[in-house]
């Protein structure tokens, strides 16, 4: 068994697609792991993958960790509860946004300064844009951020505890205050997820013949726009002060392309597209690479293959027996063809090796 900073038991309230996930990650770690969620189906399918036990209603319990995975709008009452019922416990969230759930627990009636000290708001910057218990992945948070918000009341033994729940499922601990927190997020995660939202209602009314056309581009920039819309209302809502002076700049900014594309021949048209262009692309290289190390460019192997089963896996056999490591991978169908791209992508001093492996073994590489 691998050995833990948590030694549990950790309750997890809420078994949807991010507690299911904690819950498998402890659970294969060892730990015991309680589940609780008031969907009877949510519960016992996060039961049924492995991610815990569901609890016995009126059992006492006093676990370690409580770990509150519910959506923000009843992540107060929630925590609150959960600091009541639990006297020993720490009790942390997840939730999306920090500032309103603190907020929100720091001025229900029911809480006290001692409390108070046991709670810890947190935030994993990892999921996905399904929810519920069946798209868990005990991985979910392996070298993702995961940021964890003392407030000026929390004990240091329950922060230690918040830590060790981060660092148990593999993530990366990072540390701000709540109002740092949710600016930050707002810029790098609801703001995205805005833009793609209105990127991708503009294809509501595209004829078919165009959307036939749509490559990587308008995947990559429209995949968050699938998200759950019950979800990201509560976040979007909850987090309004900090992206409304976001979207305000947008605005700016799509006011000086409009007016600027108006006249392209104009003076200084073309300058302003190029600075608007350099702009994203100085916005894009600040975005740092995998695991949070600094952005590095990869290189790029594209590999043609049929469209029948097991030869995406025949081809990643070959990379892996080759000893390179590929750092990412991507597929783009034409839709009519027979055959698929694959686009891998490696360190830049490994790309002609691939290259020369992959083509004595029969691979078509687009040069
Ligand atoms: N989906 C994502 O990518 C991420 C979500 N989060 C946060 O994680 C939390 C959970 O989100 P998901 O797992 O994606 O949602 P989900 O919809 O998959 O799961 C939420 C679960 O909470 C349960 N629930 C509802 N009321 C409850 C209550 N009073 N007590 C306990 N459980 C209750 C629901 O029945 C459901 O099973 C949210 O606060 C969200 O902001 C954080 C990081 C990423
Ligand atoms: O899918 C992605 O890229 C995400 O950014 C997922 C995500 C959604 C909500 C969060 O609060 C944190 C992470």
Not at 261 to 266: G, N, R, S, V, W
Not at 333 to 339: E, I, K, L, N
Request: charged share 15%; proline share 7%.
């Amino acid at each position: 068994m691998p050995t833990t900073h948590l030694a549990g038991p950790i309750l997890v309230l809420g078994t949807g697609l991010l507690g299911t996930s904690v819950g498998l990650g402890l659970s294969q770690r060892g730990l015991s792991v309680w589940l609780s969620d008031p969907s009877p189906t949510a519960q016992t399918v996060a039961q049924d993958i492995g991610a815990g036990t569901v609890i016995v209603p009126g059992k006492p319990l006093a676990p370690e960790l409580v770990v509150v995975a519910a959506p923000p709008d009843v992540t107060v009452a929630v925590v609150a509860q959960a600091l009541c019922d639990y006297p020993m416990s720490t009790v942390v969230d997840i939730a999306s946004v920090k500032g309103s759930i603190l907020a929100g627990v720091q001025s229900d009636p029911r809480i006290t300064a001692a409390h108070l000290a046991r709670y810890v708001g947190t935030h994993p910057m990892a999921g996905r844009e399904r929810s519920g218990p069946a798209s868990a992945r005990s991985g979910l948070f392996t070298s993702m951020p995961w940021v964890i918000c003392a407030h000026s009341g929390s004990r240091g033994d329950a922060v230690k505890t918040a830590e060790a729940l981060a660092i148990d499922l593999g993530a990366t601990v990072s540390r701000m205050n709540a109002v740092e927190h949710d600016d930050s997020v707002a810029l790098i995660s609801h703001f995205p997820q805005v833009a793609s939202s209105l990127i991708a209602s503009r294809l509501l009314s595209a004829p078919g013949h165009s959307l036939a056309l749509a490559g990587n581009g308008l995947r990559d920039t429209t995949r968050i726009a699938a998200s759950d819309p019950s979800l990201w209302i509560q976040i979007l809502s909850h987090n309004a002060g900090a992206l409304v002076p976001i979207l305000r700049g947008m605005r700016e900014d799509l006011e000086r392309l409009i007016g600027t594309l108006a006249d392209p021949t104009a003076s200084g048209a073309l300058l302003d597209l190029a600075e608007l262009m350099g702009e994203g692309n100085a916005g894009q290289a600040r975005i740092p690479g995998k695991h949070g190390a600094p952005p590095q460019a990869f290189a790029l192997v594209t590999v043609v293959v049929k469209d029948k089963p097991g030869q995406v896996a025949a081809l990643l056999a070959d990379v892996g027996n080759a000893g390179i490591n590929m750092e990412d991978l991507r597929m783009e169908h034409s839709a009519g063809h027979q055959v698929g791209l694959v686009d891998i992508s490696v360190i830049p001093g490994r790309r002609e090796e691939l290259i020369t492996v992959l083509s004595a073994l029969g691979w078509k590489v687009v040069q």
